[in-house]
Nanobody, 117 residues
Framework: QVQLVASGGGLVQPGESLRLSCVASGSILRFSVYGLAWYRQAPGKQRELAASITSNGGTNYADSVRGRFTISRDNAKNTVYLQMNSLKPGDTALYYC?????????WGQGTQVTVSS
């Protein structure tokens, strides 16, 4: 069983930054072979893909976050990061990490990001 623990969320004002981390532990043979992603779910909306990173480090972003968010990974630490700059109220959501393009691990508890003045 794999456990995902996301952290780094909080309450910030528009224009500020946050850095999210997600650590995977448990029955993972080789973290480095997985594509990974950050997903987010705003109140009353479906979970959506925010950013993804392949095993080779290739990245892709939702149009709504491109140019403001940066996804990265540290395979030695079984960790994926999301640097979020120029945050907007529309970024308010519960943020989760998981594998990509297919979700293969149990969802963790996520980390809440709230952007409000």
């Amino acid at each position: 069983q794999v456990q995902l623990v996301a952290s780094g969320g909080g309450l910030v004002q528009p224009g500020e930054s946050l850095r999210l981390s997600c650590v995977a532990s448990g029955s993972i043979l080789r973290f480095s072979v997985y594509g990974l992603a950050w997903y987010r779910q705003a109140p009353g909306k479906q979970r959506e893909l925010a950013a993804s990173i392949t095993s080779n480090g290739g990245t892709n972003y939702a149009d709504s976050v491109r140019g403001r968010f940066t996804i990265s990974r540290d395979n030695a630490k079984n960790t994926v990061y999301l640097q979020m700059n120029s945050l907007k109220p529309g970024d308010t959501a519960l943020y989760y990490c998981n594998t990509w393009p297919l979700v293969t691990w149990p969802w963790g508890q996520g980390t809440q990001v709230t952007v409000s003045s």
